[in-house]
């Protein structure tokens, strides 16, 4: 039994990094073909891809987050991190971390991937 917990502050001030961490129990995060991604949903949008680190170290980012994304791990205590420097108010969302067995960069109905964390709250606000 899997399960992803997200952890972090829930409030981020303009300018700054927002860095959450995602703990993973139940299943290692190095497990063969297993791909850990970042995903957020902003208040009355759809969910958004942001990236993923595999089971390798590899990492993967949505383009149009890419410059200011970045995805790392610690595998001793089987967690991954997110950090998005220069929010702004639109980044603004739910924020989950979610696994999948095989690659993906996209939310379409979210049942395909296998894991999601509860999901946390984070707003941009000064």
């Known amino acids: 039994q899997v399960q992803l917990q997200e952890s972090g502050p829930g409030l981020v001030k303009p300018s700054q990094t927002l860095s959450l961490t995602c703990t993973v129990s139940?299943?290692?995060?190095?497990?063969?073909?297993?791909?850990w991604s970042w995903i957020r949903q902003p208040p009355g949008k759809g969910l958004e891809w942001m990236g993923a680190?595999?089971?390798?170290?590899?990492?993967y980012y949505s383009p149009s987050l890419k410059s200011r994304t970045s995805i790392s791990r610690d595998t001793s205590k089987n967690q991954f991190t997110l950090q998005l420097s220069s929010v702004t108010p639109e980044d603004t969302a739910v924020y989950y971390c979610?696994?999948?067995?095989?690659?993906?960069?996209?939310?379409?109905?979210?049942?395909?991937?296998?894991?999601w964390g509860q999901g946390t709250q984070v707003t941009v606000s000064s």
């Open positions: 139940g299943g290692s995060i190095t497990t063969n073909y297993y791909y």
């Open positions: 979610a696994s999948s067995s095989t690659f993906l960069s996209t939310v379409v109905a979210g049942d395909e991937y296998d894991y």
């Open positions: 680190i595999a089971y390798s170290g590899s990492t």
